[in-house]
Nanobody
Framework: QVQLVESGGGLVQAGGSLRLSCAASGRTFSSYAMGWFRQAPGKEREFVAVINWSGGSRYYADSVKGRFTISRDNAKNTVSLQMNSLKPEDTAVYYC???????????????WGQGTQVTVSS
């Protein structure tokens, strides 16, 4: 069982930066791939980024590639999403998720956090 708690969301102007964090409980955090997803009002949830158990593999959605960076610290049971050059279209609730497989499909993930709101003003 893994419990996830996101933090770090907020309101930022376009072009600004935010860093999201996700704290995980459980002693098996290092065996899970971790993903970030987002859902804007009236839209379906979409994949943002994923990192494998060791941090050696990362993959990003085209819409955030070059602007967002996913990282993890297995000693601290945390995964982070550094978001730079934010755009109004990045506005959404951001969720972290955990799964034993390295996947971009949200339906594959077993554990989800409650989400944190990111709002980017123009």
């Amino acid at each position: 069982q893994v419990q996830l708690v996101e933090s770090g969301g907020g309101l930022v102007q376009a072009g600004g930066s935010l860093r999201l964090s996700c704290a995980a409980s459980g002693r098996t955090f290092s065996s899970y791939a971790m993903g970030w997803f987002r859902q804007a009002p009236g839209k379906e949830r979409e994949f943002v980024a994923v990192i494998n158990w060791s941090g050696g593999s990362r993959y990003y959605a085209d819409s955030v590639k070059g602007r967002f960076t996913i990282s993890r610290d297995n000693a601290k049971n945390t995964v982070s999403l550094q978001m730079n050059s934010l755009k109004p279209e990045d506005t959404a609730v951001y969720y972290c998720a955990a799964d034993r497989s390295y996947t971009v499909s949200g339906s594959d993930y077993d554990y989800w956090g409650q989400g944190t709101q990111v709002t980017v003003s123009s």
